[in-house]
Each structure stands twice: as C-alpha cells, then as structure tokens.
C-alpha cells in the first residue's frame, strides 16, 4: 500500500519535470506587404538605396528585394535622375547630393502604392578640437587624450551624433559609446549609472547633442578617448536623426533583463512604406 | 463530569477536507509587433562586427494593444486530512496547482525566425506537513 503512494508521488513528482515553460507560438496577423525604402544622403558619397518587402513578425526568410520599381530623385523639386537597379534590391545613382538642398524620392512599382518621401541634405559640421595627454597606456602603446570638440553650430534646428571608432590588430571596433564625456546640451536618453566611470554615468552607442537653447553658438564638449582612433561628429537631418534615436531606444529595450517595457516605434518618413529617407553630413576628428 | 472531559481529551478525531478553485479571466491586450522590414546599419557602424546582428530588421507596431493573449485559466485541488488529539493536531495537506497544466501565456519574444511564448506555472503539486502543539 505505501509502495503504491509512494508510485503515485513519483508520478506526479515527475510529471512536473517534463512541462517546459517555453514553446512555440504562431500568429495569424494579416498585414499587407509594403515596400521598405532605405537611402541616406550624404555629400561624401554617391546616392544609394535598398528597396526590398516587408514581412511578418515570423518572417522565416530574409526580406525579398525588390529590383524592378522605378526610383526617381528630386532636387529642390527638378527631376535630377532615375536610380539605376543593381541587384539584391539595391539601386545607384552616381550624384553626390549638395548640403542645404532639399530632396523628394518616389519610388513607383505596379504591384505596391507609390512610395514618396522628403528630406533636405544638412551641411556638415564645423568642428574644432584641442588635445591635451593625459597618460601613456602602455598596454597597447597609445596615449589617453582629453579633448575639447567646438561645434560652430549652424542657425536653425541642428542634431548632432558623436561616434567613436577605433581600430586594433587590424580590427574595427565601434560604437559601446562614451564614458568620460561631459557637455550640458548632451540628451540623456541613453544614459546610465555607472559608478566606475569618471563622472558617473556613460551613454551607450551614440552621443546626442542638441542645440535647443544654443541655436548658433559654440557648444563644447569635452571628452576622453585613445590615439588609435577617430571621434565621428554626424549631423543629421530631423528625420534621420529621429531614425536613429528611435533605433537606439528600441535597441536598449531589447537588452534589458526584463521583458516588460514601453515598446518603441522605429521613425519612419515614408509615405505608404517602411524604412527612411534621410541625410546626414560626417565632420571626422582623427585622433 | 471529570470522567467525560477525560475520555474526550482521549479521543482521536480525524478530519479530512478536499477543495478545488477554478480560475479563469480573458486574455489581456498587449502591444505586439506585427510585421518586420529591412534596416539600415546605423551611422558607422558599417563593418562592425560587435553590432551586425541589430542592423537587418526593424519591429513595426501598428497599434498599441493590437493583440489579444489567450484566455487565462487553471484548476487547482487540495486535499487535507488532519489528526487531532487532545495535546497535538497533525495536518497532511496535498496540493496540485494548475492540474491540466495549462501554459498561461506571460510574454512573447523572437528567437531567431520563431515567436516564443514564455509561461510562469506549469503543474505544481505540493506537499506539506503541519504539527502544532
């Protein structure tokens, strides 16, 4: 009688190892497909653009590319060109946009709605900076520098995104953001507490910088960093500049611990589709 | 009467009680992203090997609360049998909480290609033993 107790136990017992908490799920959302336009202009290069389909959530594949739509560029309302289509979706035009001027993208396909959007080319930053050693870091031999950036802000509504690149052993290593950086117009978006670090807290990926209250003056910020690399100023035009700061707030969302957070919209400027339009101007400060 | 209140304080008496509790609520409405498109890689960030993997997609929410989660429900029984005399009560008490282990949805997440579905109980059976004096 007790052997049998005990065998029921060890069924029930048991039967609790075997459930996972996990497993998978399907949905049935019924979206149409859209296309996904992404171009971002920039004086320093020629104009490209990746133009593929949208997909489902549990999208198995990757996203078709689209290489038969028609894209036609303006500038300042005068048709400059069509894009030329390469393949994987991608299109050229060989044009490098001028700062100051506005431009519209259309992108026409019989299968899809008309894609437009707008954005106007910033100029680029006008930046200065001074370097001052602070230590030899023997370890790899470099120096550790403190570095005053003025940015010579233009009038009218200006971002700013500071970018930090480095390369070691042949490899390129970017971004993880700015710990010893201090400026009063810095947005604390993507701030956090870090005790170890020289004032506190650092900024993960990106540094943005605002000129709200500083529209056209100089705006100083002063940061450290090592020689083998380079500070990347970017100035980017109000969309491109929401795009990103909406990318890293998704971003920082997906790496938290807990599941339960304020979901983010990506910033999207295009009209019956997805992706961006956009430009930027890249000042480079070589350390 | 001395004689009676001693043969009740010699008697053994033995309880048992069995108990269920249903529960059950719809599902609540959370934001869920319904459909993916092609990223860019983010300002120079082209070439990076640390962040390659946020560049391809980006989530697109078309309205908040946009999903309705499975109704909510489990069952759970108890049984209880105590033993009581004079100077002590023993109590036994069998548990199994969420009895057809139902997987109540918590949250959603992707991994990889695949929408997953993370649940907090399973079947719970439980065992306790009480003795108070």
């Excluded at chain 1, 519209?104 to 080319?121: G, N, Q, R």
């Excluded at chain 1, 602070?134 to 500071?162: A, M, T």
């Excluded at chain 2, 959603?108 to 033993?129: A, E, N, R």
């Amino acid at each position: 009688m007790r052997r049998n107790y005990l065998f029921i136990l060890i069924i029930i017992f048991g039967e609790t190892l075997l459930p996972s908490c996990e497993k998978d799920v399907t949905f049935d959302f019924d979206r149409p497909v859209k296309l996904s336009l992404n171009c971002i202009l920039n004086p320093d290069s020629t104009i490209t653009a990746r133009l593929t389909l949208s997909g489902n959530i549990e999208n198995n594949t990757s996203f078709q590319p689209v290489d038969d739509a028609t894209i036609v560029l303006y500038e300042n309302g005068i048709e400059l060109g069509t894009l030329t289509s390469g393949s994987e979706g991608n299109y050229y035009l060989d044009y490098h946009p001028e700062s100051q001027n506005e431009y519209k993208i259309a992108v026409l396909h019989p299968d899809y709605k008309d894609v437009t959007a707008s954005t106007e080319v910033p100029q680029k930053p006008d930046v200065m900076f001074t370097p001052d050693t602070l230590e030899l870091i023997e370890h790899p031999e470099l120096y550790w520098l403190e570095i005053n950036v003025v940015i010579h802000d233009l009038p009218g509504k200006n971002s700013y995104w500071l970018y930090g690149k480095r390369t070691m052993d042949g490899v390129v290593r970017t971004g993880g953001g700015f710990q010893n950086i201090k400026a009063p117009f810095i947005d604390d978006f993507n701030r956090r507490t870090d005790p170890e670090s020289k004032f506190g807290y650092v900024y993960d990926y990106y540094v943005r910088i605002s000129d709200i209250g500083y529209d056209g003056e100089k705006m100083t910020v002063m940061l450290e960093a090592a020689t083998n690399g380079s500070i990347n100023i970017v100035s980017a035009d109000e969309h491109y500049d929401k795009y990103i700061k909406s990318s890293v707030k998704a971003r920082l969302n997906s790496e938290g611990d807990l599941p339960f957070k304020e979901p983010v919209q990506i910033y999207s400027n295009i009209e019956n589709g997805y992706g961006i339009f956009g430009a930027c101007a890249i000042t480079t400060i070589k350390l | 009467m001395w004689l009676l209140t001693k043969v009740f304080e010699a008697c053994i008496f033995t309880f048992s009680y069995l108990s269920a509790n249903f529960n059950f609520a719809s599902g609540k409405y959370i934001t869920l992203a319904e459909q993916e498109y092609q990223a860019i890689p983010l300002p120079l960030m082209e070439g990076s090997r640390y962040h390659a993997d946020w560049f391809a997609t980006r989530t697109l929410l078309n309205s908040v609360n946009n999903y309705q989660m499975p109704d909510f429900h489990h069952l759970n029984l108890s049984y209880r049998i105590a033993r009581k005399t004079a100077d002590k009560t023993i109590t036994w008490s069998f548990s199994l909480n969420n009895v057809y282990n139902r997987l109540n949805s918590w949250y959603y997440y992707k991994k990889g290609d695949q929408m997953k579905q993370i649940s907090l109980f399973p079947i719970i059976p439980s065992v306790s033993f009480t003795y108070r004096w």
